[in-house]
């Protein structure tokens, strides 16, 4: 069975740092793009970040360019994303998402979701 547990969530003060961690199961990372979506009380999902089958390919939303960074490690099954200089607007609860793809490119739509982990930003 298919599964993406997501951790490293937490409070931070503004200017802080965390690094979320996405753990698969049940499939390799090796076939499948990886997502990180947020979403914040109130508001859309956001898509903020992506990393293709590969890792040859990324993108950012641009509320969080410059500032997060998402990487992989195929071996050990995880992403990680990289979130510094935080913002109190970067509270949300932060989505780890998987699809399986045939080229290697960042989908805009995932079939596979994580139970989400929170992140609040705040002094």
């Known amino acids: 069975q298919l599964q993406l547990v997501e951790s490293g969530g937490g409070l931070v003060q503004p200017g802080g740092s965390l690094r979320l961690s996405c753990a698969a199961s049940g499939f390799t990372l090796d076939y499948y793009a990886i997502g990180w979506f947020r979403q914040a009380p109130g508001k859309e999902r956001e898509k903020i970040s992506c990393i293709s089958s590969s890792g040859g390919r990324t993108n950012y939303a641009d509320s969080v360019k410059g500032r997060f960074t998402i990487s992989k490690d195929n071996a050990k099954k995880t992403v990680y994303l990289q979130m510094n200089s935080l913002k109190p607007e970067d509270t949300a609860v932060y989505y780890c998402?998987?699809?399986?793809?045939?080229?290697?490119?960042?989908?805009?739509?995932?079939?596979?979701w994580g139970q989400g982990t929170q992140v609040t930003v705040s002094s």
């Open positions: 998402t998987a699809q399986r793809t045939i080229v290697d490119f960042c989908p805009t739509a995932y079939t596979y």
